[in-house]
């Protein structure tokens, strides 16, 4: 069974510009987080779908956005980007029920 | 709002030495608590896991953590440790009351772990 995947493995932008990160979902999971993992700051939780909806956001300007497919995947949008936005963004998907997360392996992205 | 603390950021010992990671919490309602863990070159993975009942929780390779509500704390034990546990270590808290249709899992800044063969 394939785990949750994101693409791109790296991404490299320059300040002002706009990254788009994606995540498939192990298959059976309906929600999925987004976390920064930024040098020395551990996970900051940036969303939360589920269902197709946003149920809960941390405290990250409205420049970072997502959304959540019919098929439970989803995608993380940065607009305007800024130099301190460079960190790993990790996905994870777990079942409505069950509140084990399962991680992919990330997305790396550097803001030049 | 919850949060969670994780006040050892870097721990070194060797082999066979025992080993407690502290955890606190800030959150005055029922809680689920996780540790998780990242090992070199690996996805973060569930090492375990507290909701209800017994206070003194297993997880897997020898892992266990003990639940103190006065204390807010969950800290993670192992008594001896080995090679094979270099990682870096992560407490998350979810609230599970009222609201816990909105609740979030929040995650601690990570210990890393380095032991020495």
């Known amino acids: 069974e394939a785990g949750v995947t994101q693409s791109p493995t790296h991404l490299i932008k320059t300040r002002g510009q706009q990254a788009t990160l994606r995540c498939s979902p192990i298959?059976?999971?309906?929600?999925v987080y987004w976390y920064q993992q930024a040098l020395g700051l551990g996970l900051q939780f940036l969303l939360w779908?589920?269902?197709?909806?946003?149920?809960n956001r941390g405290n990250f300007p409205p420049r970072f956005s997502g959304r959540q497919f019919p098929n439970y995947s989803s995608e993380l949008n940065v607009n305007a980007l800024e130099l301190e936005d460079s960190a790993l963004y990790l996905c994870?998907?777990?079942?409505?029920?069950?509140?084990?997360?399962?991680f992919g392996s990330g997305t790396q992205l550097s803001v030049l | 709002a919850q949060s969670v603390s994780q006040h050892n950021h870097h721990v070194i010992l060797s082999e066979a030495a025992s080993l407690e990671l502290g955890c606190n919490y800030s959150y005055g309602g029922t809680v689920n608590l996780f540790w998780y863990v990242q090992y070199p070159g690996q996805h973060l993975q569930l090492l375990l896991k507290y909701f209800s009942g017994d206070p003194l929780v297993k997880g897997i390779k020898g892992f266990e953590a003990e639940f103190i509500k006065s204390k807010f704390s969950f800290n993670l034990r192992k008594p001896s440790v080995q090679w094979s546990d270099t990682a870096e270590y992560f407490c998350a808290v979810k609230d599970s009351g009222r609201y816990s249709s909105a609740s979030k899992i929040i995650f601690g800044s990570g210990t890393r772990l380095s032991i020495r063969p």
């Open positions: 298959s059976g999971h309906t929600s």
């Open positions: 994870a998907s777990k079942t409505t029920d069950n509140e084990k997360l399962f």
């Open positions: 779908y589920d269902e197709g909806e946003e149920r």
